[in-house]
Each structure stands twice: as structure tokens, then as C-alpha cells.
């Protein structure tokens, strides 16, 4: 998995210009609010926006698009040095630079107005992108079109892009514009809202009959055709039978300003990092939260994610319980926090007072114990065919409930020695009985612990001692 991604973002720059004040009068001259202006921001916004989160996940980025010769172009390439962004930002003559100004008076915007050339760019100036897009595109993993409909991205243009990208096996993810999606024909995904996929696919979406209806529309122009639906979440149709929701996440709702930017770049790292599409869907939702709970266009950092990830899921047994390639991740956040990674593994079929014991001293080695589970394949291997007696469910669950268990991960092996390379924990912890044995992964963790059993304590002998009641009363 790929620790910095390189994202090629292409698409309408422009400045999110905010005016910061408050209000406590009525004009005398109309029947309006005056706001005392405290202070103001100028932030970059459009694909701007997306670029800001794709740098906050800490990607590689570079962006192509058109400005004009005026002073917010100038703002714009002195934001993106700040942020060291390699840019290409191609002048047109007599084209004025996209800049949106919002008045906030007391947390609630108030009003909007844009100054911005909305015309298509010349078709000199797309040969120009698509000269350098082609020079460059070679340098990053995957490519993001952010579409505001400013005129960047030409129907033609458009199209070459794509085409180019897939003839060289680059994945293209677009933030859509208008109700015409043919021309993101051959796009590996696209990020519509409700209402740009209600006017793109002539659809209303009032059920899931319709939902699917409209995402079997969008099949025909995408690999993986999505929608997001704002508290409803995010859905996507996996194959022409499997509808996948990932649910929202939000508690509270301050300004969607930017929550579509926000999308498409959690879903570009992500995608990046070869992430499978449920796991970066999860992801995005979680993103999307973080920035909908804050004023203005923001964006949202992996430390954030993780920290707004703990607070929701404080109380859900079910969120302790990861993927190997969801492991990759959380172990490096947790390894960044310089927190100490205590592993051990186990079939840990039926629970006792042992199992229990046992974790418990695992955990004090350390701030995070993780627990490799052998999945019900894996335990019929090592145990034979009547075990194990719970499912690998019923087992991750229910070691997910207690309190030393930090996260269970699942593995389908005879030893857990890929899941001990994916960690890298700084402790690994046996039971005693391997004294004068060789531990799989020891030559990987920081240091071994073993730790001796409970006496008397394990599932064979409960269950022996099931099997011996059952006798006695036949």
C-alpha cells in the first residue's frame, strides 16, 4: 500500500473569499442587516478545495487549470506554493478568475456573490492542457477531475483525458457538473448528489427500487457508478445485483461548503493506496463529517478521521473488529502517536476465565493490544473438523466486548506470520508453553512476552467436560 500517494488534480480553480462578522443592527436605509466586518479569509476553493484535503491526507499532488491575468489568479498560485503544489496554470486572455465571497454574520452566511467567466476555454488552451496533462500523467497514481462547470473541462477535453488516462491504466474519479454525464464516459467512478443524479439520469430517486435504477443508469458511463446522498450516506452499485450503502456518520451539520471536494479526494487517496471501494467509502463518509462540523471549506486530517472514528464508534463492539487492510493503516496512525503495539493471536474459541486473564496481561505490555483471530478455517485446520464450536463472528465479537481488546483482525492462515509482518508490533505475546520454542514472528516484533495459562483453565476441557455430562445422562 502506498504510504504518499501522487494525485494529478485537473478542474476549476477559484478563491472561497470569507468575510467574518457579526450583526446586531438593521440598516436604516433598507430593511438589512449590517455586519461589522471583524475579519477576512481567502482560501482556495473549487478543485482548489480538493487539492487542500488531498495535501491535508498528506498526498503528493499537482494540479493543470485556467486563470486569467488578474490578481486572484496571482492568490491562487502564490496558495498552492504555499502548500507546495506543482502547478500548471495556463493564462486566457480576457477570462476572469473564478471568486466566490461569502458574509458570515454570526456563524450563518448571509449572503454570496461570485465574480467568474463561466465560458468554455478556448480550444487553444485545452491543446494545452492535454499536452502537458499527457507530459506528466506518467508521475501520478490516479486522476481527479473536479468539474464546477466553469468551463475547464470541455466536453472534448474532457473526453481525451479519460481516454488518455485508461490507455495507460489510470484510474479517473469525477466530481460531476450539469445533466449530461456522457462525456466522463469511461471513468473509473463519479461522485453525483441526489439531485445531479436525479437530472443526469431523468431518475427520481424516492426508494431503493429507484436508487438502484438510477445507479444501473450510470453503469453504462462508469466502472463503478456512485451516489452520495448527504445524510443518507453513500451508495454504489458493485455489480449489476449488489447495492453497498455506507452510511453517514455526522452528528452535527455546520455548512456543507465543500463536502463534494472532500468526497472525491477521500476516495482519490484512498483508491490510491489500493484501498477496495468498501473501505474507502467508509473512509470518505467519515471525511465528509469532519468537514461538515466545521465553517467554510475545510478538510479534515487523518488524526481527525481517527479521533471523530473514536468517538462514534466508543460504544460499537462491532468497530474493534478490522481487516488486514484496514490494520496497515491504523497501525502507522498508531505508530505516528508513538503508541506501543502489543500483538498475540489465538483461536480463542470457547471464552473462559483464561482467555480472559490472559489478554488482560497481554495489554499491560503496551498501550494498543491487537488480536489475530484464526478464522473458522484456519481453527478446522489446527483443531479438526468439529471445531471450532462458535464462528468466527461469534468469536471476534465477543472478544471485541472486552476491555483490554483493543482490535481483533481475522486471518484465514496456519500462523499469523503475514498479519505480524503487516503490524510490526513492538511486543508479541505466547502463553508460557512456548518456553524453548521458536515463536512465529519473533523475528519481527521489538520483543517476545510469554505469559502462562490460568491452571486448569481451556476449551478442550470444557468442552470434555460437556461431552462427559452429556454421557453420564444417557
Sequence with gaps: ?????????????????????????????????????????????????????????????????????????????????????????????????SKKSRLIASHQQVVRYDEESKDDISNKTADKILSEFKH????????????????????????????????????????????????????????????EAVKATNIEIKDDISLKKSLTYLMNIVKVPLITLSEDGIVVLLDKDEVYSSPTVAREVYDVTGAGDTVLASLGYCLAKDMDIKASLQFANLAASVVVSKIGSATATIDEIERYKDTINQNSIDSHIKTTQEIKEITKNYKNKNKKIVFTNGCFDILHKG????????????????????????????????????????????????????????FDEDTPYELIKCIKPDVLVKGGDYKGKDVVGSDIAGSLKLVDFVDGKSTTKIIQKIEQIDKDKD
Excluded at 47 to 73: E, K, P, Q
Excluded at 369 to 377: F, P, Q, R, W
Design 1 to 97: 500500500m502506498k504510504n504518499n500517494p501522487k494525485i494529478l488534480v485537473i478542474g476549476d480553480m477559484m478563491i472561497d473569499h470569507y468575510l467574518w462578522g457579526k450583526t446586531d443592527r438593521i440598516s436604516p436605509e433598507a430593511p438589512v442587516q449590517i455586519v461589522d466586518i471583524s475579519h477576512q479569509d481567502e482560501l482556495l476553493g473549487g478543485a482548489g478545495n480538493v487539492i487542500n484535503n488531498l495535501r491535508a491526507f498528506g498526498c503528493d499532488v499537482a494540479t493543470i487549470s485556467v486563470v486569467g491575468d488578474d490578481t486572484v489568479a496571482q492568490t491562487i498560485k502564490n496558495k498552492l506554493d504555499d502548500i507546495a503544489v506543482k502547478h500548471i496554470l495556463i493564462k486566457q486572455k480576457n477570462r476572469t478568475t
Design 136 to 195: 506528466i500523467l506518467k508521475n501520478y497514481d490516479i486522476v481527479l477531475l473536479s468539474d464546477y462547470g466553469k468551463g475547464v473541462l470541455t466536453d472534448n477535453l474532457t473526453k481525451d483525458i479519460i481516454t488518455y488516462s485508461n490507455k495507460i491504466g489510470k484510474k479517473v474519479l469525477v466530481d460531476p457538473k450539469g445533466d449530461d454525464f456522457s462525456k466522463y464516459s469511461g471513468a473509473y467512478l463519479l461522485t453525483p448528489n441526489r439531485q
Design 355 to 410: 482467555h480472559v486473564s490472559y489478554l488482560h496481561t497481554a495489554k499491560s505490555f503496551g498501550d494498543i493490544l491487537i488480536v489475530g483471530l484464526n478464522s473458522d478455517k484456519s481453527v478446522k485446520k489446527l483443531k479438526g473438523e468439529n471445531r471450532p464450536i462458535n464462528t468466527q463472528d461469534d468469536r471476534a465479537y465477543i472478544l471485541s466486548a472486552l476491555k483490554s481488546v483493543d482490535i481483533v483482525v481475522l
